[in-house]
């Protein structure tokens, strides 16, 4: 079974068109969504509309989700964050919020091996930025391997003979799974990266194999800047998707 596992798409067209476009993505098995598909970027519809038409589709739900769907407010968000999520709300038609809704609160167990969470196995909206961290989030995985988003950050944490590593993923690389060790992958973020590398990244798993991949691609980026300066969403969000931070 191939499964191709994302994150973060964050109302940027430009970055989640391109993926659906990939060759590697058009041939999956699953799609494991890991939240955060609006906010911060200018078109929350158009990408809930592509969204919509994916099949063989798993996801949760992000905390960025929650907030353009109304079901928690903005005050827990930094201004820009929290300007954006209500700027996306405004946006969003009835039955795309809806449809959000229906996204479902992580963690997922799927196909009883994997399991997918928006920030950790026990908390949602929980950042897994550390060893310490990723050790919370193993304490609470029944699977043998993970893939959380939220931090935008792709990195594979690593749980063998009890000790935890961890291996951040800069360029395109296949990594063999050891049946002795616990996985907890983060795939990056499609919409806005922030590793110091503006690309987008996903990756992709292939059970038989016993493999995954992490890859990368680019997209244009110069639109996606153009759209949110003119919907007067922050100046930041701009220019954060050429530096990737
Ligand atoms: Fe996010």
């Known amino acids: 079974m191939k499964y191709i596992i994302f994150s973060d798409i964050h109302s940027n067209l430009e970055a989640f068109g391109k993926f659906l476009t990939l060759k590697r993505v058009e041939t999956y098995d699953r799609l494991l969504f890991l939240g955060d598909l609006v906010g911060y970027g200018p078109n929350p519809n158009e990408v809930i509309n592509l969204f919509k038409k994916l099949k063989?589709?798993?996801s949760v739900r992000g905390n960025h989700d929650k907030v353009v769907a109304e079901i928690e407010s903005s005050s827990f968000f930094n201004p820009v964050a929290a300007f954006s999520a209500e700027w996306n709300k405004n946006q969003i038609t009835e039955s795309n919020k809806k449809f959000i809704k229906t996204l479902e609160k992580g963690p997922v167990i799927v196909d009883h091996?994997?399991?997918i969470c928006h920030g950790s196995t026990f908390d949602e909206d929980y950042?897994?930025?550390s060893i310490f961290e990723a050790k919370e989030s193993f304490k609470f995985m029944t699977t043998s391997i993970g893939f959380f988003g939220h931090t935008h950050f792709p990195?594979?944490?690593l749980l063998r003979n009890g000790k935890i590593d961890s291996v951040p993923l800069t360029k395109n690389i296949k990594i063999k799974l050891d049946p002795n060790t616990k996985y907890l992958i983060n795939p990056g973020s499609i919409g806005q990266p922030r590793d110091r590398n503006p690309n987008s990244s996903f990756i992709t798993l292939d059970s038989s194999k016993k493999e995954i991949t992490f890859q990368r691609y680019t997209y244009n980026i110069r639109?996606?800047?153009?759209k949110i300066r003119d919907a007067g969403l922050p100046e930041m969000l701009a220019?954060?998707?050429e530096s990737g931070v």
Request: no cysteine.
């Open 127 to 129: 950042y897994v930025f």
């Open 113 to 115: 091996f994997i399991t």
């Open 223 to 226: 639109k996606a800047q153009k």
């Open 239 to 241: 220019s954060r998707l």
């Open 56 to 58: 063989n589709l798993h």
């Open 155 to 157: 990195i594979i944490y």
